[in-house]
């Protein structure tokens, strides 16, 4: 019975008319067979256009070509395409901003909304290295009448409103600066500007800070640390711009005019040679436009500071500088070998080394790093300067040239290890404040072109280890020509030719 029924089943299901499927096939044919309809003919095979292996490779092709092309705004984070990534936003936080004018001013910032103040200032490529013999001291009495003011009392205007303004000069570098709210930003850049435009030079003010200056260089020639570093300059880089002193010699500092003033403004106030920078609560467009606004008045001098470098290029000179004086208790000098500059690949490991070499200060009860202050744009001092009583100067000396000749022999792993890490710690710990950051984004600016992100700065540091410290000691140490400049009670200093002696071991 069972076999007689699925016998019936198959041959009904055999026997009844079925039309093709509407999606597959001509949508002419009937969807279902009625009584009055004329019996079924065989279904007509269906257009080439439809065959089911075209319509496989149809169905292929689009999903082809939405993997080739796929939409964008659900594949921004997870696209199946390997594309090259940049984190160059990642790796330069906190990002510098920088904008070239048409003068060719920059405009440097670094923005912190959440800052309730802000740093502007102005970086020069000005200084004493920059000036000639009988100017000498000219940038440093141009700063002070830049503190002195304007006519207008633009000082008065930026301590209205609770803002602070500065300045300093160095052998290579001028700087006013200005601190204030986040509120005020576009006061203080309309004061820097009054400041650098419009300064008082009138006969009765280049007198006041004529007397101003005078009394500075008495001050500083009873800060012995400050004369050291005259004398080492002076010595190391004799008979070359670089060994100028920042205050400039008594004689010149008496005979400065508004004409020498002026001309040098004219000569190296010019807009390629300066750097705008910024940082705190400021946005970078408004500090751009207020910038095209109140600069306008600024040099267009051609020279640049590589032409002036190469005219009058610093050689250093192996030789010393003596000065007794018994009645100084304590007796300094400094030792310094010839270095690299800021942009030589081998200054990050020469950093490493004087952290390696440490520093230590009595008062202080410990060790700490500091950061050299004898790098200049083509050439350095590396060295190691020292105050001790005046029977202990033998040996110090002997200390100071072992540990010094030793990076060129005997470097322990260890030691560099934690060397790099001191000093990308002392690196950070530096940057803690806007006043900071504003001074370091002007100064890499003007040193390298660009800020160097902290990022790319410990990959550099890192990358030294006790391999590379011992070429860069036999590069700049061994066997190496030293300056020396020693003041005080130094009756027991060793002379010039011990210490040229032990620049180098005598190994058998």
């Known amino acids: 019975m069972a076999i007689r029924k699925l016998i019936y089943h198959t041959l009904r299901f055999h026997n009844y008319p ?48 939405r993997l080739e092309n796929p939409d964008p705004r659900f594949l921004r984070y997870g696209s199946p395409n390997p594309t090259l990534a940049d984190h160059t936003s990642i790796l330069s936080f906190p990002a510098t901003r920088i904008t070239t004018l048409p003068n ?51 000082l008065e205007e930026i301590e209205n ?20 709210t986040d509120r005020n930003v576009a006061k203080g850049i309309e004061i820097l500007g009054k400041i650098l435009q419009n300064s008082d030079y009138s006969e009765d003010t280049i007198n006041s800070v004529r007397d101003v200056v005078l009394r500075e260089r008495e001050e500083v020639g009873t800060i012995r ?30 005979s400065i005019t508004k004409a020498d003033i002026q001309d040098h403004i004219s000569t190296h106030y010019a807009t390629h040679r300066m750097v705008i920078s910024a940082a705190g609560g400021v946005k970078h467009e408004d500090v751009v436009e207020q910038v095209k606004r109140v600069f306008t008045k600024l040099s267009a001098n051609p020279t640049t500071t590589s032409q002036l470098v190469a005219n009058e290029p ?10 007794i004086d018994d009645d100084i208790p304590l007796a300094r000098f400094a030792v310094a070998f010839n ?35 004898l790098v200049q744009r083509d050439t350095g001092l590396f060295g190691v300067y020292a105050v001790a009583k005046p029977d202990c100067l033998d040996d110090l000396s002997y200390a100071i040239m072992y540990e010094l000749s030793k990076l060129s ?19 950070l710990l530096h940057m803690n404040g806007i006043s900071a950051a504003a001074e370091d984004i002007g100064r890499q600016l003007l040193t390298y ?49 011990w210490f040229r002696r032990r620049t180098y071991w005598l190994r058998y």
């Open 409 to 427: 022999y005997r470097v322990s792993e260890a030691d560099v290890i934690r060397a790099r890490n001191q000093l990308k710690s002392s690196l």
């Open 314 to 323: 610093a050689n250093f000179t192996g030789s010393e500088v003596r000065i």
């Open 161 to 180: 409103v609770g803002g602070h303004f500065d300045g300093f000069t160095s052998r290579e570098m001028t700087a006013y600066y200005t601190q204030v």
């Open 225 to 254: 640390d400050e004369v050291i570093f005259d004398h080492l300059h002076a010595t190391a880089f004799q008979y070359s711009p670089l060994g100028k002193s920042v205050l400039g010699p008594l004689k010149n500092i008496k």
């Open 449 to 497: 072109g660009r800020r160097i992100p902290f990022a790319e700065l410990f990959a550099r540091i890192d990358a030294v280890d006790s391999n590379t410290v011992k070429r860069v000691a036999n590069r700049f140490i061994f066997d190496r020509d030293i300056a020396i400049a020693a003041m005080g009670p130094i009756q027991g200093l060793p002379d010039y030719n």
């Open 18 to 65: 079925r039309s093709p499927p509407v999606r597959h096939y001509s949508t002419h044919s009937p969807a279902f067979s009625t009584p009055h309809s004329t019996p079924p003919s065989s279904p007509s095979p269906p257009p080439p256009s439809f065959m089911i292996y075209d319509s496989l490779a149809e169905s292929v092709k689009s999903k082809l070509n």
């Open 104 to 154: 060719g001013l920059r405009v440097a910032t670094q923005s912190n909304l959440a800052a309730r103040s802000a740093s502007v200032g102005v970086w020069i490529e000005s200084g004493s290295r920059f000036e000639s013999e009988e100017r000498n001291g000219v940038s440093n009495f141009l700063k002070h009448l830049a503190l002195k003011g304007t006519e207008s009392g633009a």
């Open 339 to 373: 270095a690299a500059s800021w942009t030589d690949p081998d200054s990050i490991a020469l950093m490493i080394m004087q952290t390696m070499l440490g520093s230590w200060n009595k008062s202080e009860g410990g060790g700490k790093h500091m950061g050299s202050e």
